[in-house]
Every structure is written in C-alpha cells, then in structure tokens.
C-alpha cells in the first residue's frame, strides 16, 4: 500500500476490535516490518534489543491469560481508561469506546495470530540498573514504534500494550527469557477488517505547545 509519510503517521491507530482474528499472518510480512524497525535509533549504537515473535496457539493462549487477569484488575482501579474524563461528556463517550475495546482485546489477546514482545537485553542478570533509564529505553521504544508504521505500511494493524507486565516473571519464564532481558511491551498484529483508519482528534497543537519555557 502507498501512502504519503503524513497519511501514515496521522493513520496509524491502536488496533484493537478491527483486528482479523482468523486471517493468519504470513511471518515473512512480521519479519519484514521487523527488518524495517532495526533502522530506528540506538543509543550509542548498542542495539540491545531482542524480539519474541509467538504464533505457537500454547503461548499466546498463555501470554494471553496473564494479559487478560491483568487487564481485569485494570478495570477495577481507578485509572481504567473507560472511566476517565467522567465530567466532560464528549470525552467521556471516547473514554467508554477506548475501556470497550480494552476489554475486548484482553478477551481476545490469545485469538490474535501473531503476538511480538519487544525486549531490551542489558549487561547483568538481575535488577535493571539505576540512573538514565529514559536513556536506557530509548534505544528500544523508537524501534517498537517503527515496527508498527511498518507494519500499518503492510496493512496489518497493531496496538502497543504493557498491562502482561504486571505479570512479568511469569511471562519470561513462558517465554523462556533469561534474566538480563526485560520485556517492554506486547504487540498484538494482525490484518485489519474495514479499509482504513482515519486522524485521531487530538488536543489542538496551541493547548500544548511552549516555546522557549513554560
């Protein structure tokens, strides 16, 4: 598909019910857009990063069980995405779409062909070390992005997700992760139902632009 470097940035949306869950995935297209996010970035060029690609149904029925138990306590608290901005009626409609689809997608998660798990892999086994970790995650995060502009370029759709991180030892030992890699999202990808995806409504750019200071 071609589309202008503008079309694919202000289209690129976080995919969630219109993800095709019977249309398999073929790995050669997940590779591809993998290929793509490894010219992101890297912070001194260490290029640490690591990526679990699961289509094993055994795995992502795993993943998707501790995505789905963590995604039950999220509705619970108070900062459930559904019931935030409950004083603003316009955006309170957005905010109860985005919790449906929150709730849709943790029921779901196992269904979704191919779950990819972006990792950072760091020097010592153990806890991740203090200092920068701004620094330190951002020779990853730019990469994750770029996968999913490659892969919204291939017509497959992708939501960026961590609530499976609240259950992270029990993920690394699904996923076999030895204790110097640290996982940093989970990425659902699949084709998408409908045509395409429109810009988002945003706050307008004056209501959060400073220039020069605060």
Known sequence: ??????????????????LDLTRPVPLELIQR????????????NTQQWQWIVLTDPAKRAAIGELYQRACREYVESANFAGKLYA??????????????????????MAEVPVLVIPCLQVAKEGELPAGNQAGMWASLLPAVWSYMLACRAFTLGTAWTTLHLKYEKEAAEILGLPGNVHQAALIPTAFYTGDTFKPAARQPLDEVLHINGW
């Open 87 to 108: 004083d603003d009626p316009d955006r309170s409609k957005v905010q109860a779409r985005v919790g449906s689809s929150v709730e849709y997608l943790a029921d779901k």
């Open 33 to 44: 857009a993998l290929d793509i996010a490894l010219q992101a970035p890297s912070g001194s």
């Open 1 to 18: 598909m071609s589309m202008t470097p503008e079309e694919l940035l202000t289209t690129t949306r976080t995919v969630r019910k219109r």
